[in-house]
């Protein structure tokens, strides 16, 4: 039997203490959770009907693995669980490929520990799930290309290259063009032969024709928009935005505070190792580091309607480093206290925080979901929009468990988006005003009358309003979700869609 030591107890210990806040509620602030899991509702639908429905099944899609772990966690937790543990399983993957990408490179444990705190991240907060599965892939890929120094390629060699590429664009293309610069800057900085390089760049050829094949229909799509630089680069050198850019979950000063103490472990461990620092850091790892923060520093807020396209690199960043630097020089027993207690401690802001935001913010929405009719059509208002506990809007498609309970037909699905398995026939032509999960204020009546329901967070003055409209009726009346009846019948909710 093999002997538990240290490094296997402080990878337990993570999987733990990352898995308390997702197993202490039934509604994480994870904003894209809804509507990621009614993919797997709409995906259901589509299978018994695929002639008749509005939909259509994109089995290739370059973001499918994230989906296959949805319909998994379906199938295994119900519809109410499956996106939560869902990114609980991948939140765990990322702390099994932290420690064991230390391990594989002889890194500290401890600096693994402390590594792992960076799963409370915005990539999880926004709900990524494809680009955050893909995250164990690119380490995958990372040792991959790292140990590969061999004269001759064998067929299974090439083979497992290949699959590695596929896996990267299964599961976001991003992290598959994450691989291909990573393949290039190792190959220079390292010094790999032409010959070596060229085979490299054949094995990874595969699944860089599945994207070349995807990505003309993309670029035509409704998710094509321009580049944009909203954040200035000087402020994103500010300690707010760097803040933001590596943690970015929690209000108040909690992810300030603890990026404070990660910062002064990193500067521990350079101060006191400064005189061997070349000889201690691992060089590979510091490459990746630095690649990815100038990703998180040079790329657009927004490209392709991805949102945060530049700042989602930043904690693949922190992790890199502080794997690629040695851990402070302190006795192992200091050592460890002070990675786990760093690790605790966000666990624990985290915990609360999401407790509170479930038990004071989402008040009213289950007996909202409990009234909601099955296969009635839904609109969404979110009129709070800001949390107080929690960064971003994590409101916004809270009104998609209606589709993943009730299989309530929404006036915003994940269905009008290109790269998601389940999408529309064609075009989606809607005769309601569009944009409502983002501004509510514009939702005018006519809107009404193409929906049956409609599910508003609002405090009580907000509740007052929307009672006043003639075409409503209320349905509960407690708490800050409330479902209201449009008294009307509603026209066809559903339009025709045109190619």
Not at 76 to 93: D, E, H, K, Q
Not at 162 to 183: E, I, K, P, R, S
């Amino acid at each position: 039997m093999q002997r538990i030591t240290v490094p296997h107890m402080l990878l337990g210990l993570c999987c733990l203490v990352v898995a308390i806040p997702f197993l202490a509620v039934t509604f994480p602030p994870i904003t894209d959770l809804p509507q990621q899991a009614a993919q797997i509702r709409l995906f259901l639908e589509t299978v018994k009907d695929p002639e008749q429905g509005p939909y259509v099944i994109q089995w290739f899609t370059p973001y499918s693995l994230s989906y296959a772990l949805l319909g998994a966690s379906w199938v295994v937790f119900g519809p109410l669980s499956a996106g939560r543990m869902a990114m609980l399983t991948i939140a765990l993957l990322w702390v099994i490929a932290i420690h064991g990408l230390a391990s594989a490179r002889s890194r500290s444990p401890e600096s693994a520990t402390v590594a792992s705190l960076f799963v409370f991240n915005h990539v999880l907060y926004w709900g990524f799930y494809s680009f955050a599965l893909g995250w164990p892939a690119f380490m995958l890929w990372f040792l991959l290309v790292d140990r590969t120094r061999a004269t001759a390629w064998s067929v299974g060699q090439a083979l497992l290259w290949m699959g590695a590429a596929v896996l990267l664009y299964v599961c976001h293309v991003l992290w598959l063009m994450a691989g291909v610069c990573w393949l290039v800057l190792s190959s220079l900085l390292f010094r790999v032969s032409f010959k070596e390089a060229a085979i490299r760049g054949l094995c990874a050829a595969p699944a860089l024709a599945l994207a070349a094949v995807w990505y003309p229909e993309f670029a035509t799509s409704d998710m094509a928009t321009p580049l944009l630089w909203a954040t200035p680069f000087l402020e994103r050198l500010s300690f707010f935005r760097f803040t933001d850019a590596a943690l970015g979950g929690l209000q108040g000063f909690a992810d300030e505070l603890i990026l404070l103490l990660v910062l002064g472990w990193i500067l521990l461990a350079v101060l006191q190792n400064r005189n061997d620092l070349k000889d201690r850091m691992n060089r590979p790892l510091l490459a990746a580091g630095l690649m990815f923060l100038v990703f998180a520093i040079a790329l657009p807020d927004k490209y392709m309607n991805t949102i945060r396209f530049g700042q989602r690199w930043m904690p693949f960043a922190m992790i890199m480093l502080l794997l690629a630097l040695p851990a402070p020089s302190l006795t192992p027993l200091i050592r460890r206290a002070a990675a786990v207690t760093l690790v605790l401690a966000l666990s624990g802001l985290t915990t609360a925080a999401w407790i509170m935001f479930e038990t004071k913010e989402l008040s009213g929405l289950r007996g909202a979901l409990a009234a909601l009719p099955e296969y009635s059509s839904l609109m969404g208002l979110d009129f709070v929009k800001k949390s107080e506990f929690i960064k971003g809007r994590p409101f916004i498609q809270i009104f998609a468990y209606g589709q993943v309970l009730k299989a309530a037909r929404l006036n915003f699905s994940f269905a009008e988006f290109s790269p998601c398995l389940v999408v529309y026939k064609g075009r989606f032509l809607k005769p309601w005003t569009s944009g409502l999960e983002w501004r509510p204020e514009w939702v005018k009546p006519s809107d009404l009358d193409y929906f049956e329901h409609v599910l508003v967070n609002g405090d009580d003055r907000i509740q007052d309003i929307v009672r006043s409209e003639p075409k409503l009726e209320p349905v509960t009346e407690h708490g800050r979700w409330r479902l209201y009846r449009v008294k009307e019948s509603p026209r066809d909710s559903l339009p025709e869609t045109t190619r």
